[in-house]
């Protein structure tokens, strides 16, 4: 069994360069503790956000206070052999107590709303993730 405090756990920053903004990332389930879930507590401060991405896996994000968004691809077209156009079409607001799943291999980015703050549990299996935006 695992069992900890979220005000215990020090602020992981090995993972700020894939957001844009202020944020504090906690990590609440190590790999030591399980190799079957992962968990993160992460709060954005004044509008800020992930870069654009998807994971490997399925992630579900549960809203814990202030007010949030999440944008996802409607669609995909391919303009090319290696160009395609991601329309981030489909877009749900947020605030505490809301939750989604968003599907695997879904581009997606999610944070707080346009000057507001924002945090969020992220739970998932552990999996890759690609990064779209600079980093």
Not at 29 to 40: L, Q
Not at 66 to 74: A, D, R
Not at 104 to 112: D, I, L, R, S
Not at 120 to 128: A, D, E, S, T
């Amino acid at each position: 069994m695992h069992k900890g405090s979220i005000s215990d756990i020090k602020p992981d920053t090995s993972m700020l360069q894939y957001f844009v903004g202020s944020v504090e990332i906690k990590k609440m389930v190590t790999e030591a503790a399980s190799k079957e879930v992962e968990a993160y507590l992460v709060t954005f401060s004044n509008g800020a956000r992930t870069k654009l991405h998807y994971h490997e896996t399925d992630q579900v994000l549960i809203a814990t206070k202030g007010k949030g968004i999440v944008v996802l691809q409607s669609k995909v077209k391919m303009e090319g052999d290696n160009v395609a156009k991601v329309s981030m079409d489909e877009s749900f607001a947020m605030s505490e107590g809301d939750f989604v799943c968003v599907p695997a291999y879904v581009w997606h980015w999610h944070g707080a709303a346009r000057g507001e703050d924002f945090a969020h549990l992220q739970v998932k299996k552990p999996g890759k993730t690609a990064w779209l935006e600079n980093t």
